[in-house]
């Protein structure tokens, strides 16, 4: 019998434990899940800006906004950044709503110069400015919060649709670092949507994205009642968003073997370089772990580029990035026989290099089954 009481009391401690961490704060039932995906970009990119080709001072040519926004410098960091200031909401201008299943990224900057601070962001049937505490019913936000006082911090999220008859947002525990860069990253999948801070995933709701939200990606500096709001400004650079299949991976193999290829704008470099962009690392090892699944298979690489400057010198750089991406792929376990390279310039393009969504597309890597 002793035996007997001391098992229940064990497993009695260990059901209480679980109960307890799983109500702690920042651990809400609707965004813990034993889903652990890791951000994957998308395949094929839709939309590009690092705000390199906006003059200083001016508002970036490819967004729209209800109030102000202008490119900065910022100091010791190399990427130009659009700071949006109080107030202001500032969208993505979209010619088409966003696919099914895509990705969204940016590099987030939250100053500590001001007393409270509110870096609010979103998907919505319509560009809207961001309550401070109210879920929206027209889109789903996310808002990171942080203050002088340490009062309520964390990461407010959520959609009216997330729960019919609560009206706050929802609040996960998160330290936001201040003055530091910090890739954000989204991804959509039907009406599941995920949100990640530098790789870690903080939210996930699986029923909360609305068809409806395609429509719109925005940018909110939140304000509310307190003049200190007033003050309020954030800053972001190298947006990105890619279109994605629901398990790139089995896209990736399914492509090569009954089309022969594989096309991807994804693999991003440096301008007029062959340094291939670290962000770029996850498509190209999904590209390697297509590879080791498939023993057999084995690919000619060729790189493409958009018709901007030399064409000859168009042509070098787009074999000298085909050479990269293999290097790549060699450093994740590829053997150098199974893979070949070669480049064709400016003169294989797939969209109209008179616009600039056009020389997006054809600056990409293409991955030919032998």
Known sequence: MKVKKILFTLLFLQLSTSCIIAQQPGSLEENVTKDETPFERGNRIIFQDDFEKDALGDFPAKWNTSKSGEVKKLKDIESKFLKISDGAVVNVQLTNPLPSNFTAEFDLIVPSDIPLRFASFGFGSKPIKIDWLLAPKEAVVFSFHTNQKHFSEGLKFG???????????????????????????????DKRIRLYAEGLKLVDMPTSFDPSFRSNFFFNASTHGAADSKLNYFYISNVILAEAAKDRR?????????????????????????????????????????????????????????????????LLLS???????????????????????????????????????????????????L
């Open 159 to 189: 959609t009216q649709k997330f729960r019919s008859n609560d009206f706050k947002l929802k609040q996960l525990d998160f330290a936001t670092p201040l003055n530091k860069v910090i890739k954000i990253a989204i991804a959509v999948n």
């Open 250 to 314: 089995s896209q990736v193999l399914k492509d090569l073997w009954e089309m022969g290829s594989f096309s991807t704008n994804a693999i991003l470099f440096a301008t007029n370089s062959e340094k291939i962009q670290a962000s770029s690392n996850e498509i190209i090892k999904q590209i390697a772990d297509a590879l080791k699944e498939s023993k057999a298979l084995r690919l000619q690489i060729i790189g493409h580029t958009d018709n901007e400057g030399d064409e000859a010198k168009n």
């Open 319 to 369: 074999k000298k990035r085909a050479v990269a991406v293999k290097a790549k792929l060699q450093s994740m376990g590829i053997a150098a026989n199974r893979l070949t390279t070669d480049g064709k310039g400016e003169s294989g393009p797939v969209a109209d290099n008179n616009t600039a969504d056009g020389k997006a597309q054809n600056r990409r890597v293409e991955f030919i089954k």
